[in-house]
C-alpha cells in the first residue's frame, strides 16, 4: 500500500468525514492518566480504557472492549481495542462485529507514519516546498511514462514503523473481508500522541499526528462521539446489507448440499463449495438492483450468503468476491459477485454491457445468464463510491499519489456455471474456446466493446458445457481515444506478448484473440 495513503489531514479536517451531533459539545475525555515510553504497551491498556468509559463519550449503544489477548478464530488477528455493539460480550466480540479497532504502541518511535507537521501545526513553508517538488516530479514522470512513487514521504521507514503499518494494514483488510463495508474507521496511539484513519477500497486517508494526552484538544473524544452518533452508513456500513438469521443460512446450506448431489464434482471440489456455508463465517442478506436491462422498473432482488469461495484480501483493489448465494424469491442457487470497478472514461461496468450486448440475440448463448447487475447504492440513491482519491484535490497538506483513482462498487448475480477445467475432452474444449472468439469478433464489430481479461477463470462453461464468456468488469470501448492507464488490467499469465512488453500499449481485439489462445494452451 505503499502509495495509497494519503495525508497528513488536519484533524479538523479529518472529522468532517463524520457530522456534528446537533451542535451538542462531546464530552472532555480526560487521557492524562496514560503512561508513555513504557517497553510493554499493556500498562497503557487500563488506564486508556477508563478514560474512555469514565468520560461517557460512547453513548449506550457502544461500547470499548480489550481484544488485545483474543486472536479472532476467522481472521486470526487481535487489535488491541475495538468498538462494537452494546450488546456484544467479550466473549462474542469477533472481527466480523468490530466497528472501529484501536492499535496502540507506547513510543513515538513507532509512528507508522512519518509526522510533516509540527504536533497539529503545519509547517506551511516546508509543505509548501514538498507540494512544488513533488508537482515537478509527477510532471516529469508522467512525460517519461513512469508510474509515480508519491506517497512514499508519509511513510515511516524504521523497521518499528514498517511493522506497525503493516499490522494495520492487516487488520483493515481482514475486517473489511469480513464485513460489507463502504470505509471503516480506525485509531492509531503512539505514546501520548494518536492519528485518525479512514480506510476504502481506494486506500487510507491518515489525520496528522496530535497530543491527546496534555489536554490542549479534545480531538480524540469528539471523533469517538461523532462516530458512536452517526448513522450506520455514515460509519462505514452498506445498507443493503443486513444480517442473515440462522434460518436463511440453514436454507442455504441445504441449496449447496442439494446442488452437489446432482454433479459429479471431484472430492475436492465438493470440499470447497460446502466451505461457502461455513457457520463460522457471518451469514448476511443482501439487495440488489437490476440495471442490466433496459427496463424502467428495476427490480430488487435479495441473496443470502455466507463464506466467499473466492476472495481478493488486498485492500486497495477491486477487491473482488465470489459466493455460492440463494436467491430469497425462488429458493435457487446462484453466482453472486461483489466487486470494486474502476470509474474510468471508457471504461463500462457490467450492467452496462451486458445490457448493450443482449441487443445481439447471437450472443446471448454465449454469456452468462445474468439475474441482477448494477452499482451498489446508498440510502440517498447515490452510488457507493470511494472518498480517499478526493482528498488530494485542492490541498497544501496532502502527500499524494498517481495510483488514486474512483472505485465504484457493483454487484452481479448469475445462474452457476462450470469451470474452464471441467471439460470432458478435447472436442468439447475447442467448441467452448471456438465461442469465446465469436463473442470477442462480435462484442467488437457489432458494439465496439473490447473484454481485455480473458484468462482460463473467465472462460466457463454453462450447463449444456458449452462455452461462455464471463466477468467484463475490465471491458471498455474500443473507439474512445485514450492512452495507456497507469495501471494494467487483466491476468498476466494470459496476457498478450505485446502488453507485457509495453505497460502503455492500447488494448486492441488481436490482444484479447491472443489471450483466448493461451487459455487454450493452457487447459490443452
Known amino acids: 500500500m505503499v502509495g495509497y495513503f494519503v495525508g497528513e489531514i488536519p484533524v479538523k479536517k479529518f472529522l468532517e468525514f463524520l457530522p456534528r451531533v446537533n451542535d451538542i459539545q462531546a464530552p472532555i475525555v480526560d487521557f492524562g492518566g496514560v503512561p508513555e515510553e513504557k517497553e510493554n504497551e499493556n500498562s497503557m491498556y487500563n488506564p486508556f480504557e477508563n478514560a474512555v468509559d469514565k468520560s461517557g463519550v460512547l453513548p449506550s449503544e457502544f461500547k470499548l472492549l480489550n481484544t488485545s489477548s483474543k486472536k479472532d478464530h476467522v481472521a486470526g488477528i487481535k487489535p488491541d481495542f475495538g468498538i462494537f455493539p452494546k450488546a456484544v460480550n467479550d466473549k462474542s466480540a469477533t472481527m466480523s462485529k468490530m466497528e472501529v479497532f484501536i492499535e496502540i504502541k507506547p513510543r513515538r518511535q513507532e509512528d507508522a507514519f512519518r509526522s510533516t507537521m509540527n504536533d497539529g501545526v503545519a509547517v506551511q513553508q516546508e509543505a509548501k ?40 494494514i492487516e487488520y483493515a483488510s481482514q475486517i473489511m473481508a469480513l464485513q460489507h463495508r463502504i470505509h471503516l474507521f480506525s485509531i492509531s496511539i503512539i505514546g501520548h500522541y494518536a492519528r485518525l484513519i479512514r480506510w476504502d477500497r481506494a486506500g487510507a486517508c491518515v489525520s496528522e499526528r496530535f497530543n491527546y494526552h496534555d489536554g490542549s484538544n479534545n480531538w480524540l473524544g469528539e471523533f469517538l462521539f461523532r462516530y458512536a452518533n452517526a448513522t450506520p452508513e455514515q460509519r462505514g456500513f452498506d445498507p443493503n446489507v443486513r444480517k442473515a438469521t440462522a434460518r436463511e443460512l440453514t436454507a442455504l446450506s441445504e441449496a449447496v448440499d442439494a446442488h452437489l448431489s446432482k454433479f459429479n464434482y471431484s472430492l475436492h471440489q465438493q470440499a470447497e463449495l460446502k466451505k461457502t456455508v461455513d457457520p463460522s463465517y457471518p451469514a448476511y442478506k443482501i439487495c440488489v438492483k437490476d440495471q442490466s436491462s433496459n427496463l424502467e422498473s428495476k427490480k430488487v432482488t435479495q441473496y443470502i450468503i455466507c463464506r466467499p469461495f473466492f476472495d481478493i484480501f488486498s485492500l486497495c483493489s477491486q477487491s473482488t468476491r465470489g459466493y455460492l448465494a440463494l436467491s430469497v424469491s425462488d429458493k435457487t442457487l446462484v453466482f453472486f459477485k461483489d466487486t470494486w470497478r474502476a470509474d474510468v472514461e471508457g471504461m463500462l461496468s457490467e450492467a452496462e454491457v451486458y445490457a448493450i450486448l443482449r441487443q445481439n440475440k447471437e450472443l446471448l448463448p454465449l454469456l452468462p445468464v445474468v439475474l441482477a447487475c448494477g452499482d451498489a447504492l446508498l440510502s440517498d440513491g447515490q452510488v457507493q463510491c470511494t472518498k480517499t482519491q478526493d482528498c488530494v484535490e485542492g490541498t497544501q497538506w496532502a502527500h499524494h499519489t498517481a495510483w488514486l483513482r474512483r472505485l465504484i462498487r457493483h454487484r452481479v448475480v448469475q445462474k452457476l456455471a462450470f469451470p474452464l477445467h471441467t471439460v470432458q475432452n478435447s472436442k468439447q474444449l475447442l467448441e ?39 466477468d467484463w468488469d475490465h471491458a471498455i470501448r474500443a473507439n474512445v481515444a485514450r492512452q495507456g492507464h497507469p495501471y494494467r488490467t487483466g491476468t498476466w499469465q494470459f496476457m498478450s506478448i505485446g502488453i507485457l512488453r509495453n505497460a502503455t500499449k492500447p488494448h486492441t481485439i488481436h490482444d484479447d484473440i491472443e489471450s483466448a489462445f493461451w487459455v487454450f494452451y493452457y487447459i490443452a
Open 129 to 168: 516546498e514538498a507540494r512544488e517538488a513533488r508537482e515537478a516530479k509527477d510532471a516529469k514522470e508522467a512525460k517519461e511514462g513512469k508510474e509515480g512513487k508519491e506517497g512514499q514521504s508519509l511513510l515511516g521507514m524504521s523497521n518499528l514503523s514498517i511493522e506497525h503499518r503493516e499490522q494495520q
Open 432 to 470: 467452448a474456446i471456438c465461442n469465446i472468439l465469436k463473442v470477442i469478433k462480435l462484442a467488437y464489430h457489432e458494439f465496439g466493446i473490447l473484454h481485455r481479461d480473458i484468462s482460463v477463470g473467465n472462460v466457463m462453461l454453462n450447463m449444456d458445457f458449452a462455452g461462455i464468456l464471463n
